[in-house]
C-alpha cells in the first residue's frame, strides 16, 4: 500500500481531503460550485461558467445566454452585477475583471459554508490595501505571494520573525495591532490610523479579511460603518483555504491569480491521489485521536486543530461539540481519554525554527497530560507550518507505513523552496533544511533521543529522592500566604510535585542522567524574560539569590496594577535533581520571600560555625545519658562538628552531629522518611513515637524503649535550622525519653544554632 508521494507532492498543498470526512464546496444549494474536490470554483459573480477562473469563455456564455434569454437560474454566478438580469453591463464587467481594470466585483466569502447563510461581498476591484487578522491569514497572502497587497496586519509575529521575514520585509505591510484572536481596542485604533494614512495617499483600506465574526471583537458595526469590507475566509481551515487562496489571489487582480490559481491548483494534483490512499484505510484500522490547543485546551470536534487529524483519515474523540476549545481544568481530567485513542496531536506555533524537544515536553502544563496513558504517544505539530504540510505530517504520524516522517520532510521541503524561499535569508548559510533548521514534529523518542535521559521504565540511578525534595520544601516553606492554597505533594522517587488547589502554580523535582541539559533549556528562556515588560505592569528581574544547587536561575516581577501581585520563576539543578518552581504572593514578593524559596529549594552551605554552634549547646543535658562524658569534635573548616561519648567496650556511638553543608540535604531528607516510616511500629519491642520539629526550622525522629534489648530508651532524629542539619542518636539505660525531654532536647540545638 506504500506510495511513492514524493513524486506526486510537486508543490504546496492547503489541504489533504479524506473521503467521507469533509465537505469541499460552499453546498449543493449555492449558486455555483461542485462536489469534486480535484476541481476548484470561483464563487465570484461574472463567472458564468463556474470554473476556477473569470476569461473569454465567460465573456462568450454571456452572450450565448443574451441571445437565446438562457434563465439565470441556470448559471448562478453569470449576473455580474446581481441587478436581476444579464445585459451587456454583465460583459461589461466581465471585460474589466479580464482585463484587470477597475470595476466593482461582488462575490460569496466563506462566512458560512453550511447554512446557506451566504454573505454577499462587494470589493473595488482589483483589491488592494488590505488588512488581515491573525498569523494565519497573513501566512496565507505570504503563501500566495500577495503579501504586497497588505497594508496593515493584526497579528502577534513578534516570535515568529522567521515565519513572516517576508511580510517585515516587503516595505509594504506594517503591523497595526497584535492581539491574536480578535480585533482589540488598540488593534481598532491602529486600522483607523493606517485608513487616515491611505486617504492621505489617495486610497483607502480595500477590505478587512477575517476568519469568523468572533475576530472582529466589538468592531464590525464600527468597521460596517466606515464602509470597509469585510471578507470571510477560512484561512486555517484543511479543506475551505484551498478555495480561500484561490479566491484572495484573484481579487487582487490577473497577476496575483495567476500566482494563487498554480498554489491551487498543486493543492489540488495531490488532493486526488492522497485521499484515494488513505480513504482504503478501513474503519477498523483508523487511529483514533484527539487534538490539542494552547498545551492544554482539548480541541472541539469541528476546530480547525482537530480537522488536522480528520484530514489526515484519523477518527476524533474529543467529545465536544463546537469549533473552539476547552481547558483541561486539572491534573486528572485527560484521564475521560484513556485507553480511547491512540495519539494526542499538540498543536503549538513556535516559528519556522529549531526547537529542543525539552522545550516543550518539560513545560510545567504537561502536568495536565502526564496522567494519560497516552502521554508518550503525543505528537507536537507546528502550526507555523502552511496547513496542508501540517496534515501530511499528522498521515506520517498516524500511518508511518503509508506515508513516511521522510517523505513528509520532503514534501515540506518542496513547499518551502517553491512558496517560501524567503526563508533561506533566515538561515546562516543561506539554504534553509526543513529537518535541521525548523520543529516540524516531535515526538516523545525525538525528546528521548536528544538527551541522556532513561528510556520509558528505566530509572536514573541517584542517592537523590524526588519525592522527599518536594515534601522538603513543603516542610520547610510557609506557603499560607502564598496564591492557590492549599498546597500538596505527590510524585515517587524519579518525579515529583507540589501543586495547590488551583493548579496553576508548581514545583516540579524530576531526576535525570543529564539536567544541565534541561537546565540549559530553562536558562535560556529565562535569560530572554528578565528584563523586559510584564503584561501585566512591572519588569521581569533575575533573582539574586544564592543557591545550594549546581547552577540555577530564576526570575519575579512585582506588578504596578490596583490588584498587584508578585511572581516568580526558579530552575536549578543538583547531582541528577532538575528543579522547576512558579509562585506568586499578593501584593509583592520581597527579597526575604525569594531568599526562603531559593534556600527551600536546595539550601547553601550554611555561614554558621558548627563548631561554635555544638560548643553553646548545653550539654548538661547529656550528663544521665548512656557512656558520659561527651565532648565536641570537628573537621578542619568548622563545617562539621559532633558532640560525641566516651569509647566504649561495645563500640556504640551515641553523638549530636552539626552538620552546615548544603550536601548534607539528601542524608538529612532520607533519614527523616526513614524515621516517618517507623512510627506506631515496633522498635525492638516497643513502639516508635514521633517527635516534631519544635522550634527548627524542620525536623522528625522518634524515641522508643528498646524491650527486647534489655529496657534502654532510644532518641534517634534528624533536622534543620537555617541550613545547619542535625542528627540526633543518643541512648539512656536509666531515664526513659518522652515527648518533653526530647523536645527539651531539640529546642536545645535550635538555640545553639540561633545564637549564631
Not at 472582529?216 to 469590507?229: N, Q, S, T, V
Not at 556504640?652 to 548544603?662: G, V
Request: aromatic share 10%; charged share 25%.
Amino acid at each position: 500500500m506504500k506510495s511513492n508521494i514524493t513524486t506526486i507532492v510537486i508543490a504546496l498543498i492547503v489541504v489533504i481531503a479524506i473521503a467521507g470526512t469533509a465537505v469541499y464546496v460552499l453546498n449543493n444549494n449555492a449558486p455555483g460550485g461542485g462536489d469534486d474536490i480535484t476541481k476548484g470554483t470561483l464563487p465570484v459573480f461574472g463567472n458564468a461558467n463556474d470554473d476556477d477562473v473569470i476569461d473569454a469563455k465567460d465573456i462568450e456564455l454571456l452572450n450565448k445566454m443574451i441571445a437565446e434569454s438562457i434563465p439565470i437560474s441556470d448559471y448562478p454566478f453569470s449576473d455580474a452585477n446581481r441587478d436581476g438580469v444579464i445585459n451587456d453591463a454583465d460583459i461589461a464587467i466581465v471585460n474589466k475583471i479580464v482585463a484587470g481594470e477597475e470595476t466593482e466585483v461582488i462575490f460569496v466569502d466563506q462566512f458560512d459554508l453550511i447554512k446557506s447563510n451566504f454573505h454577499y461581498v462587494t470589493i473595488d476591484y482589483p483589491l488592494k490595501d488590505v488588512v488581515t487578522q491573525n498569523a494565519d491569514m497573513l501566512l496565507m497572502t505570504v503563501l500566495i505571494d500577495a503579501d504586497d497587497q497588505v497594508a496593515g496586519f493584526v497579528a502577534n509575529i513578534e516570535n515568529y520573525p522567521n515565519e513572516f521575514y517576508k511580510v517585515t520585509h516587503n516595505g509594504v505591510s506594517k503591523q497595526v495591532g497584535s492581539t491574536a484572536r480578535f480585533i482589540s481596542a488598540a488593534d481598532w485604533e491602529g486600522i483607523k490610523n493606517l485608513d487616515v494614512e491611505l486617504h492621505q495617499k489617495g486610497s483607502k483600506i480595500g477590505a478587512i479579511i477575517v476568519h469568523s465574526e468572533a475576530a472582529l471583537g466589538d468592531y464590525k458595526d464600527d468597521i460596517e460603518a466606515a464602509g470597509i469590507p469585510i471578507i470571510y475566509l477560512r484561512c486555517t481551515d484543511p479543506v475551505y483555504s484551498i478555495d480561500a487562496g484561490a479566491l484572495l489571489g484573484f481579487l487582487m487582480g490577473p497577476d496575483h491569480a495567476k500566482k494563487a490559481n498554480e498554489f491551487s491548483k498543486d493543492c489540488r494534483q495531490t488532493i486526488s491521489k492522497v485521499q484515494e490512499i488513505v480513504s482504503n484505510i478501513p474503519d477498523k484500522d483508523k487511529k483514533h485521536f484527539i487534538s490539542l490547543c494552547m498545551k492544554i485546551y482539548v480541541a472541539e470536534n469541528k476546530s480547525q486543530y482537530t480537522n488536522i487529524g480528520l484530514q489526515a483519515g484519523g477518527i476524533e474523540e474529543s467529545g465536544l461539540e463546537g469549533t473552539s476549545s476547552a481547558k483541561l481544568q486539572d491534573t486528572e481530567a485527560i484521564t475521560k481519554y484513556n485507553n480511547k485513542i491512540d495519539y494526542m496531536l499538540n498543536c503549538s506555533t513556535q516559528d519556522c525554527v529549531w526547537i529542543e524537544p525539552a522545550d516543550l515536553w518539560e513545560l510545567g502544563d504537561m502536568r495536565y497530560l502526564e496522567k494519560s496513558t497516552h502521554f508518550h504517544d503525543m505528537v507536537w505539530i507546528n502550526m507555523s507550518m502552511p496547513v496542508p504540510c501540517r496534515v501530511m505530517y499528522a498521515v506520517s504520524i498516524f500511518y508511518p507505513d503509508i506515508v513516511s516522517r521522510a517523505e513528509a520532510d520532503d514534501y515540506l521541503q518542496k513547499t518551502v523552496d517553491k512558496y517560501m524561499s524567503y526563508l533561506d535569508n533566515t538561515v546562516s548559510d543561506g539554504d534553509f533544511d526543513v529537518k535541521t533548521d525548523m520543529f516540524t514534529i516531535i515526538t516523545y523518542q525525538d525528546y528521548l533521543d536528544s538527551k541522556d535521559d532513561p528510556k520509558p521504565g528505566e530509572k536514573v540511578v541517584s542517592d537523590i529522592n524526588a519525592l522527599l525534595v518536594a515534601e522538603h520544601f513543603l516542610n520547610l516553606m510557609d506557603l499560607s500566604d502564598y496564591q492557590g492554597i492549599p498546597y500538596t505533594a505527590s510524585g515517587d522517587d524519579q518525579e515529583a510535585h507540589v501543586y495547590p488547589t488551583s493548579g496553576k502554580y508548581f514545583l516540579d523535582v524530576k531526576l535525570f542522567n543529564n539536567p544541565k541539559f534541561h537546565y540549559d533549556t530553562k536558562k535560556a528562556e529565562y535569560e530572554d524574560k528578565i528584563g523586559k515588560q510584564s503584561s501585566m505592569g512591572g519588569t521581569y528581574l533575575r533573582i539574586e539569590v544564592d543557591t545550594g544547587l549546581t547552577e540555577g536561575i530564576g526570575y519575579y516581577v512585582n506588578t504596578e496594577n490596583k490588584d498587584s501581585i508578585g511572581s516568580m520563576y526558579y530552575t536549578g539543578y543538583y547531582k541528577e535533581c532538575f528543579i522547576e518552581i512558579h509562585l506568586a504572593k499578593k501584593p509583592a514578593l520581597s527579597q526575604e520571600d525569594l531568599e526562603n524559596i531559593v534556600n527551600a529549594l536546595w539550601g547553601i552551605d550554611s555561614d554558621i560555625s558548627a563548631l561554635e554552634a555544638a560548643n553553646r549547646f548545653d550539654k548538661t543535658l547529656l550528663d544521665d545519658m548512656d557512656y558520659p562524658p561527651y565532648t565536641v569534635t570537628t573537621d578542619s573548616d568548622a563545617q562539621f562538628a559532633k558532640i560525641a561519648c566516651k569509647e566504649n567496650s561495645a563500640g556504640k556511638d551515641y553523638y549530636i552531629t552539626y552538620d552546615c553543608r548544603s550536601d548534607a540535604l539528601v542524608n538529612y531528607m532520607t533519614e527523616r522518611q526513614e524515621y516517618v516510616d517507623k512510627i506506631g511500629k515496633d522498635y525492638m519491642g516497643g513502639i516508635a513515637i514521633a517527635v516534631e520539629k519544635n522550634e527548627l526550622d524542620d525536623g522528625y525522629g522518634f524515641y522508643a524503649q528498646a524491650i527486647r534489648q534489655g529496657g534502654f530508651w532510644m532518641f534517634k532524629y534528624v533536622g534543620v535550622m537555617d541550613g545547619c542539619y542535625i542528627t540526633v542518636y543518643l541512648r539512656d539505660s536509666d531515664s526513659p525519653f518522652d515527648a518533653d525531654r526530647t523536645a527539651e532536647i531539640v529546642n536545645a540545638i535550635a538555640a545553639s544554632i540561633a545564637v549564631s
